[in-house]
Protein backbone atom coordinates (compact mmCIF):
# COMPACT_ATOMS: atom_id res chain seq x y z
CA UNK A 1 0.00 0.00 0.00
CA UNK A 2 1.15 3.44 -1.06
CA UNK A 3 2.48 5.99 1.15
CA UNK A 4 0.93 9.45 1.53
CA UNK A 5 3.95 11.76 0.95
CA UNK A 6 2.58 14.41 3.89
CA UNK A 7 1.82 11.25 6.16
CA UNK A 8 5.11 11.78 8.38
CA UNK A 9 7.16 13.62 6.98
CA UNK A 10 1.33 31.48 9.21
CA UNK A 11 2.12 34.39 10.95
CA UNK A 12 -0.74 36.70 12.24
CA UNK A 13 -0.60 40.34 13.92
CA UNK A 14 -3.66 41.89 16.10
CA UNK A 15 -3.97 44.73 17.66
CA UNK A 16 -5.35 44.30 21.48
CA UNK A 17 -8.58 45.90 21.93
CA UNK A 18 -10.62 47.75 25.08
CA UNK A 19 -9.78 46.32 28.22
CA UNK A 20 -6.59 44.06 27.47
CA UNK A 21 -5.18 46.91 24.84
CA UNK A 22 -5.16 49.36 27.93
CA UNK A 23 -3.94 46.56 30.08
CA UNK A 24 -0.48 46.18 27.29
CA UNK A 25 -0.30 49.76 27.36
CA UNK A 26 -0.04 49.80 31.56
CA UNK A 27 2.91 47.26 31.55
CA UNK A 28 4.61 49.46 29.32
CA UNK A 29 4.04 52.81 31.59
CA UNK A 30 4.73 50.29 34.46
CA UNK A 31 8.36 49.32 32.75
CA UNK A 32 9.66 52.59 31.67
CA UNK A 33 8.76 54.07 35.59
CA UNK A 34 12.15 51.64 36.15
CA UNK A 35 13.74 54.90 34.62
CA UNK A 36 12.28 57.63 36.30
CA UNK A 37 14.18 58.10 38.68
CA UNK A 38 17.96 58.21 37.00
CA UNK A 39 16.23 60.36 34.66
CA UNK A 40 15.39 62.86 37.31
CA UNK A 41 18.49 62.58 38.79
CA UNK A 42 20.54 63.35 35.57
CA UNK A 43 18.00 66.41 35.02
CA UNK A 44 18.13 68.27 38.03
CA UNK A 45 22.03 67.61 37.73
CA UNK A 46 22.51 68.97 34.47
CA UNK A 47 20.47 72.28 35.57
CA UNK A 48 22.80 73.32 38.39
CA UNK A 49 26.23 71.63 36.18
CA UNK A 50 25.25 74.02 33.43
CA UNK A 51 24.75 77.40 35.19
CA UNK A 52 28.04 76.40 37.02
CA UNK A 53 30.10 75.94 34.05
CA UNK A 54 28.53 79.14 32.27
CA UNK A 55 28.83 81.69 35.28
CA UNK A 56 32.39 80.16 35.61
CA UNK A 57 33.73 81.01 32.22
CA UNK A 58 31.86 84.31 32.20
CA UNK A 59 33.32 85.22 35.45
CA UNK A 60 37.04 83.78 33.94
CA UNK A 61 36.41 85.69 30.55
CA UNK A 62 35.49 89.20 32.37
CA UNK A 63 38.50 88.77 34.68
CA UNK A 64 40.66 88.20 31.18
CA UNK A 65 39.12 91.27 29.47
CA UNK A 66 39.54 93.38 32.48
CA UNK A 67 43.77 92.20 32.61
CA UNK A 68 44.38 92.71 29.27
CA UNK A 69 42.51 96.18 29.94
CA UNK A 70 44.44 96.74 32.95
CA UNK A 71 46.39 99.97 31.79
CA UNK A 72 42.85 101.88 30.53
CA UNK A 73 40.31 100.87 33.45
CA UNK A 74 42.77 100.93 36.26
CA UNK A 75 40.77 98.15 37.93
CA UNK A 76 42.57 96.58 41.24
CA UNK A 77 45.08 93.64 39.66
CA UNK A 78 44.24 91.57 42.59
CA UNK A 79 40.50 91.73 42.45
CA UNK A 80 41.08 90.52 38.90
CA UNK A 81 43.02 87.62 39.66
CA UNK A 82 40.93 86.41 42.11
CA UNK A 83 37.84 86.88 40.20
CA UNK A 84 39.97 85.06 37.60
CA UNK A 85 40.46 82.29 39.77
CA UNK A 86 36.93 82.09 40.91
CA UNK A 87 35.48 81.56 37.73
CA UNK A 88 38.68 78.49 36.77
CA UNK A 89 37.40 76.53 39.95
CA UNK A 90 33.84 77.08 38.93
CA UNK A 91 34.98 75.68 35.52
CA UNK A 92 36.96 72.94 36.41
CA UNK A 93 34.48 71.66 39.38
CA UNK A 94 31.52 71.96 36.81
CA UNK A 95 34.12 69.33 34.74
CA UNK A 96 34.07 67.12 37.61
CA UNK A 97 30.76 67.50 38.11
CA UNK A 98 29.70 66.22 34.86
CA UNK A 99 31.96 63.17 35.68
CA UNK A 100 29.87 62.36 38.51
CA UNK A 101 26.85 63.07 36.78
CA UNK A 102 27.76 60.47 34.48
CA UNK A 103 28.28 57.77 36.57
CA UNK A 104 25.67 58.26 38.89
CA UNK A 105 23.46 58.39 35.61
CA UNK A 106 25.25 55.08 34.76
CA UNK A 107 24.28 53.48 37.58
CA UNK A 108 21.00 54.88 38.21
CA UNK A 109 20.83 53.32 34.52
CA UNK A 110 21.82 50.07 35.11
CA UNK A 111 19.59 49.99 38.29
CA UNK A 112 16.84 50.50 35.71
CA UNK A 113 17.82 48.39 32.90
CA UNK A 114 17.77 45.78 35.41
CA UNK A 115 14.63 46.48 37.32
CA UNK A 116 12.80 46.78 33.49
CA UNK A 117 14.63 43.60 32.23
CA UNK A 118 13.24 41.42 35.27
CA UNK A 119 9.54 42.82 34.78
CA UNK A 120 9.74 42.19 30.92
CA UNK A 121 11.10 38.49 31.94
CA UNK A 122 8.19 38.17 34.29
CA UNK A 123 5.40 39.46 31.61
CA UNK A 124 7.03 37.00 29.23
CA UNK A 125 6.63 34.03 31.45
CA UNK A 126 3.22 35.13 32.63
CA UNK A 127 1.95 35.57 29.22
CA UNK A 128 3.65 32.37 27.98
CA UNK A 129 1.95 30.38 30.94
CA UNK A 130 -1.58 31.76 29.60
CA UNK A 131 -0.31 31.01 26.18
CA UNK A 132 0.31 27.57 26.99
CA UNK A 133 -2.98 27.09 28.83
CA UNK A 134 -4.64 28.51 25.85
CA UNK A 135 -3.19 26.54 23.50
CA UNK A 136 -3.88 23.21 25.76
CA UNK A 137 -7.22 24.17 25.97
CA UNK A 138 -8.12 24.35 22.26
CA UNK A 139 -6.66 21.21 21.74
CA UNK A 140 -8.32 19.31 24.40
CA UNK A 141 -11.35 21.18 23.11
CA UNK A 142 -11.04 20.20 19.96
CA UNK A 143 -10.25 16.38 20.54
CA UNK A 144 -13.47 16.22 22.47
CA UNK A 145 -15.59 18.09 19.68
CA UNK A 146 -13.94 14.52 17.80
CA UNK A 147 -15.86 12.14 20.41
CA UNK A 148 -18.76 15.00 21.22
CA UNK A 149 -21.14 11.92 20.93
CA UNK A 150 -19.40 10.14 24.12
CA UNK A 151 -19.97 11.98 27.36
CA UNK A 152 -17.26 10.39 28.96
CA UNK A 153 -14.89 11.75 26.50
CA UNK A 154 -13.23 13.53 28.98
CA UNK A 155 -12.14 11.01 31.07
CA UNK A 156 -10.92 9.11 28.03
CA UNK A 157 -8.91 11.48 26.87
CA UNK A 158 -7.11 12.38 30.39
CA UNK A 159 -6.20 8.70 31.29
CA UNK A 160 -4.55 8.31 27.70
CA UNK A 161 -2.48 11.57 28.02
CA UNK A 162 -1.91 10.27 31.78
CA UNK A 163 -0.77 6.99 30.37
CA UNK A 164 1.50 8.27 27.58
CA UNK A 165 3.55 10.17 29.89
CA UNK A 166 3.78 7.32 32.15
CA UNK A 167 5.26 5.36 29.38
CA UNK A 168 7.32 7.65 28.06
CA UNK A 169 8.62 8.99 30.96
CA UNK A 170 9.63 4.91 31.70
CA UNK A 171 11.50 4.85 28.47
CA UNK A 172 13.55 7.35 29.48
CA UNK A 173 14.76 5.46 31.89
CA UNK A 174 15.19 2.13 30.57
CA UNK A 175 16.22 3.47 27.21
CA UNK A 176 19.92 5.24 26.78
CA UNK A 177 19.75 6.13 23.34
CA UNK A 178 15.92 7.95 24.10
CA UNK A 179 17.33 10.13 27.20
CA UNK A 180 18.45 13.20 25.19
CA UNK A 181 14.91 12.96 23.06
CA UNK A 182 12.54 12.61 25.69
CA UNK A 183 13.12 15.97 27.33
CA UNK A 184 10.39 17.24 30.32
CA UNK A 185 9.03 19.16 27.56
CA UNK A 186 8.65 16.61 24.23
CA UNK A 187 6.87 14.15 26.89
CA UNK A 188 4.46 16.88 28.09
CA UNK A 189 3.60 17.73 24.40
CA UNK A 190 3.73 13.84 23.34
CA UNK A 191 1.29 13.90 26.35
CA UNK A 192 -1.29 16.84 24.57
CA UNK A 193 -1.21 15.69 21.29
CA UNK A 194 -2.72 12.11 22.08
CA UNK A 195 -5.67 13.62 23.23
CA UNK A 196 -6.25 14.50 19.54
CA UNK A 197 -5.52 10.59 18.35
CA UNK A 198 -9.19 9.89 17.67
CA UNK A 199 -10.01 13.65 16.04
CA UNK A 200 -10.79 11.92 12.75
CA UNK A 201 -13.73 10.06 14.37
CA UNK A 202 -15.89 13.50 13.19
CA UNK A 203 -15.82 11.87 9.54
CA UNK A 204 -17.08 8.40 11.23
CA UNK A 205 -21.42 8.13 10.75
CA UNK A 206 -22.86 7.83 13.81
CA UNK A 207 -24.38 4.77 12.70
CA UNK A 208 -21.27 3.18 12.90
CA UNK A 209 -19.27 5.08 15.47
CA UNK A 210 -22.32 4.65 17.75
CA UNK A 211 -23.58 0.71 16.54
CA UNK A 212 -23.90 -1.42 20.05
CA UNK A 213 -22.07 -4.63 18.32
CA UNK A 214 -19.43 -6.00 16.51
CA UNK A 215 -19.16 -4.04 13.23
CA UNK A 216 -19.37 -5.90 9.73
CA UNK A 217 -16.13 -5.74 7.76
CA UNK A 218 -17.32 -2.59 6.13
CA UNK A 219 -18.08 -0.72 8.81
CA UNK A 220 -15.20 -1.13 9.96
CA UNK A 221 -13.75 0.00 6.89
CA UNK A 222 -15.55 2.69 7.81
CA UNK A 223 -13.98 3.66 10.65
CA UNK A 224 -10.86 2.59 10.21
CA UNK A 225 -10.82 6.33 7.70
CA UNK A 226 -10.60 8.35 10.92
CA UNK A 227 -6.89 7.70 10.98
CA UNK A 228 -6.51 9.77 7.44
CA UNK A 229 -8.86 11.98 8.17
CA UNK A 230 -7.38 12.44 11.31
CA UNK A 231 -4.08 13.23 9.92
CA UNK A 232 -5.26 14.80 6.97
CA UNK A 233 -6.44 17.52 9.05
CA UNK A 234 -3.29 17.79 11.53
CA UNK A 235 -1.54 18.30 8.43
CA UNK A 236 -3.15 21.16 7.37
CA UNK A 237 -3.14 23.34 10.45
CA UNK A 238 0.36 21.76 10.65
CA UNK A 239 1.44 23.58 7.28
CA UNK A 240 -0.19 27.35 9.06
CA UNK A 241 2.27 26.99 11.22
CA UNK A 242 5.80 26.54 11.88
CA UNK A 243 8.38 24.83 13.83
CA UNK A 244 5.05 23.20 16.07
CA UNK A 245 6.48 20.02 17.84
CA UNK A 246 3.52 19.10 19.16
CA UNK A 247 1.51 19.42 15.99
CA UNK A 248 3.97 17.20 14.49
CA UNK A 249 3.51 14.65 17.50
CA UNK A 250 -0.08 14.81 16.58
CA UNK A 251 -0.23 13.54 13.40
CA UNK A 252 1.81 11.07 13.80
CA UNK A 253 -0.43 9.57 16.39
CA UNK A 254 -3.30 10.14 14.31
CA UNK A 255 -2.34 8.81 11.30
CA UNK A 256 -0.58 5.72 12.76
CA UNK A 257 -1.57 5.08 16.35
CA UNK A 258 -3.33 1.74 14.52
CA UNK A 259 -0.13 0.27 13.24
CA UNK A 260 1.13 -3.06 14.51
CA UNK A 261 5.04 -3.47 15.19
CA UNK A 262 4.57 -7.08 12.92
CA UNK A 263 3.26 -4.86 10.10
CA UNK A 264 -0.70 -6.13 10.46
CA UNK A 265 -2.37 -2.43 11.89
CA UNK A 266 -3.99 -0.17 9.40
CA UNK A 267 -4.17 2.77 7.57
CA UNK A 268 -0.44 1.55 5.70
CA UNK A 269 0.45 -1.39 7.22
CA UNK A 270 3.83 0.18 9.06
CA UNK A 271 6.15 -2.17 10.44
CA UNK A 272 8.66 -1.63 13.00
CA UNK A 273 10.52 1.61 13.69
CA UNK A 274 8.81 3.03 10.52
CA UNK A 275 5.68 3.47 12.98
CA UNK A 276 6.64 6.93 14.59
CA UNK A 277 8.02 6.60 18.05
CA UNK A 278 4.85 8.77 19.61
CA UNK A 279 2.39 6.28 17.90
CA UNK A 280 3.89 2.85 19.07
CA UNK A 281 3.52 4.29 22.90
CA UNK A 282 -0.05 5.45 21.86
CA UNK A 283 -1.27 2.38 20.50
CA UNK A 284 -0.54 0.39 23.92
CA UNK A 285 -2.00 3.40 25.93
CA UNK A 286 -5.40 3.33 23.66
CA UNK A 287 -5.72 -0.52 23.94
CA UNK A 288 -5.21 -0.46 27.69
CA UNK A 289 -7.71 2.06 28.12
CA UNK A 290 -10.13 0.18 25.60
CA UNK A 291 -10.23 -2.87 27.40
CA UNK A 292 -10.70 -1.80 31.35
CA UNK A 293 -13.72 0.60 29.88
CA UNK A 294 -17.21 -0.72 29.81
CA UNK A 295 -19.10 -0.96 26.44
CA UNK A 296 -22.18 -1.18 25.49
CA UNK A 297 -21.26 -4.76 24.03
CA UNK A 298 -18.94 -5.67 26.05
CA UNK A 299 -17.72 -5.32 29.97
CA UNK A 300 -14.40 -3.76 30.66
CA UNK A 301 -11.65 -6.70 31.88
CA UNK A 302 -9.79 -6.57 34.90
CA UNK A 303 -6.24 -5.04 34.94
CA UNK A 304 -4.55 -8.16 34.78
CA UNK A 305 -6.59 -9.58 32.63
CA UNK A 306 -5.33 -6.57 30.10
CA UNK A 307 -1.98 -7.12 31.47
CA UNK A 308 -1.45 -10.67 29.73
CA UNK A 309 -3.07 -9.41 26.84
CA UNK A 310 -0.85 -7.00 26.24
CA UNK A 311 2.26 -9.04 27.11
CA UNK A 312 1.15 -11.64 24.85
CA UNK A 313 1.45 -8.99 21.75
CA UNK A 314 5.07 -8.28 22.79
CA UNK A 315 6.63 -8.23 19.53
CA UNK A 316 3.30 -8.38 17.18
CA UNK A 317 1.31 -5.57 18.28
CA UNK A 318 3.64 -3.04 19.95
CA UNK A 319 6.89 -2.84 20.26
CA UNK A 320 8.83 -4.62 22.55
CA UNK A 321 10.60 -1.71 24.57
CA UNK A 322 7.15 -0.56 24.90
CA UNK A 323 5.92 -3.36 26.37
CA UNK A 324 8.53 -3.65 28.73
CA UNK A 325 7.93 -0.06 30.35
CA UNK A 326 4.66 -1.14 30.52
CA UNK A 327 5.54 -3.99 32.74
CA UNK A 328 7.31 -2.11 34.33
CA UNK A 329 4.65 0.60 35.18
CA UNK A 330 1.67 -1.71 35.30
CA UNK A 331 0.36 -1.26 38.84
CA UNK A 332 0.82 2.52 38.39
CA UNK A 333 -1.70 2.08 35.25
CA UNK A 334 -3.75 0.38 37.64
CA UNK A 335 -4.35 3.16 39.93
CA UNK A 336 -4.81 5.79 37.34
CA UNK A 337 -7.17 4.01 35.74
CA UNK A 338 -9.04 3.92 39.37
CA UNK A 339 -8.64 7.18 39.97
CA UNK A 340 -10.00 8.31 36.56
CA UNK A 341 -12.92 6.32 36.08
CA UNK A 342 -16.06 7.22 34.70
CA UNK A 343 -19.20 6.44 36.41
CA UNK A 344 -21.05 5.66 32.70
CA UNK A 345 -20.13 3.73 30.00
CA UNK A 346 -18.97 5.46 26.94
CA UNK A 347 -20.42 4.79 23.45
CA UNK A 348 -18.31 5.09 20.75
CA UNK A 349 -16.84 2.34 19.67
CA UNK A 350 -14.15 1.17 21.09
CA UNK A 351 -12.05 0.02 17.48
CA UNK A 352 -8.56 0.17 19.59
CA UNK A 353 -8.35 -3.56 20.89
Known sequence: MGQPSRCFRSD????????????FHQDDTKWQAGLTGPVEVMSRLRTWIILALILGQALALMAGTLLYYQPVTKAPIGALDR???VGVIMGVAAAMWTAVLVRLVLKGCEAGFASVRQ????????????????????????????????????????????????????LRETVPSLRDLFTDEWIADLGLSSALHDIG???????????????????????????????????????????????????E?????????????????????????????????????ALTTNRPYKPALA???????????????????????????????????????????????????
Open 201 to 251: KVGVPDSVLLKPGKLTPAEFDQIKRHTSIGGDCLFEIEQRLSDSNFLMLAR
Open 253 to 289: IAYAHHEWWNGDGYPLGLQGTNIPLSARIVALADVYD
Open 303 to 353: HSEVVKIIRNRHGTHFEPAVVDAFMAVEPEFDRMRQELASEESPRVHADAA
Open 83 to 85: IWL
Open 119 to 170: QLREEIDRKSRHLMATRDAVIFGMAKLSESRDAQTGQHLLRIRRYVELLARQ
Open 12 to 23: SHFEPAGPRKLA
